[in-house]
């Protein structure tokens, strides 16, 4: 158990850095004249973030002889529910994100995008009719506090001149994401599972890529003539920062699957929320942004209610320590 807890929470921080990592890029490389310049930059940020993410993990299903599951999974119930999760948490969610980043700069975005779980449980409470401990109402309570306080930081508006549109389309983000989680909720809990199909992590996750990347390559790039901007890129190179940062993004989710088998969703979740941290820290090395008091206060504060929401320590470390002595007596 001991060895399970080091690797669960060693990619459970891997998880944050990734993508605090992950957003700041995706800011600066937002930056960039071509995007600066085009009126439907953000969703085709999103888009190639997002479709780059659908082809490495479609190397790992080939790696790891999975594909044919997952063509086989997309024909299930559960499959086709995944699809219907990745819509709402996928394009609403990821271009919700990159305009937050781009308008309100990725500390803040970031920041602000880490209550989403606290949100998808009041979600769960109204539609699934889950229960909301105590500790639960407490840590959601905390989360938004700080994020209200973040919503209403003294920035400079000469640099962020649209930094309250960034925040409500980051909230938009988060809607998304709570969104997605109560679909599969439902999914998991009232959709039986199918006996001849046994899936993977990683195939539900390839679904939601391949859902996004379609999504927006059909209908969302048409519509808003995106791919002109995609050629432009192509053309100056530019379109080579995607596939690396997507790295980053595939890293985030695998990750968190493997810190959720190894610690359980709940310390997964919370170690997920580093990302604000890490997000903070890489806007001031990378992008120079300034960490003030009151940008640090806020995303602790709001990071410790995403704990304090997620993980019953008391119940974790108990769990860990009677595991560990039945071990023991039973050398």
Not at 267 to 289: D, H, K, P, Y
Request: hydrophobic share 50%; charged share 15%; aromatic share 12%.
């Amino acid at each position: 158990m001991e060895g399970n807890l080091k690797k669960g929470l060693f990619f459970g921080s891997l998880v944050g850095l990734a993508w605090g990592l992950d957003t700041v890029l995706m800011g600066l490389v937002g930056n960039n004249t071509i995007l600066k310049t085009a009126a439907s930059s953000t969703l085709v940020s999103a888009f190639l973030h997002d479709g780059f993410c659908f082809f490495w993990l479609l190397i790992v299903a080939l790696f790891r002889k999975e594909l044919l599951g997952v063509f086989k999974l997309l024909k299930t119930k559960k499959g086709k529910v995944t699809c219907l999760a990745a819509l709402v948490g996928a394009p609403i969610g990821m271009s919700g994100y990159v305009m937050g980043i781009k308008y309100a700069a990725p500390a803040y975005a970031s920041s602000l995008s880490v209550i989403y779980p606290g949100i998808g449980a009041i979600l769960s409470y109204f539609i699934l009719k889950e229960k909301l401990s105590k500790r639960a109402i407490i840590g959601i309570i905390i989360s938004l506090l700080g994020s209200a306080a973040l919503g209403y930081s003294k920035v400079d508006l000469n640099m962020y001149p649209e930094f309250y549109k960034g925040m409500a389309f980051t909230l938009l983000a988060v809607l998304g994401w709570a969104s997605e989680g109560v679909i599969i909720g439902y999914a998991m809990k009232k959709i039986k599972d199918e006996e001849h199909i046994k899936a993977s992590p990683q195939q539900f996750l390839t679904i939601r890529y391949l859902t996004s990347f379609a999504t927006y390559a059909l209908i969302i790039m048409p519509l808003v003539g995106g791919y002109d901007t995609v050629v432009k890129l192509t053309t100056n190179k530019e379109i080579l920062f995607f596939p690396g940062i997507a790295i980053l993004g595939a890293i985030t989710y695998l990750s968190w699957y493997k810190a959720v088998d190894y610690v359980g969703a709940s310390m997964g979740t919370a170690l997920n929320s580093t990302a604000a941290f890490w997000a903070i820290i890489f806007s001031s090395l990378i992008l120079g942004t300034e960490i003030t008091p009151y940008l640090a206060i806020c995303g602790l504060v709001i990071i410790l209610g995403v704990f304090i929401f997620a993980v019953d320590f008391k119940e974790f470390f108990g769990k860990n320590k009677k595991v560990n002595n039945k071990v023991i007596e039973e050398v």
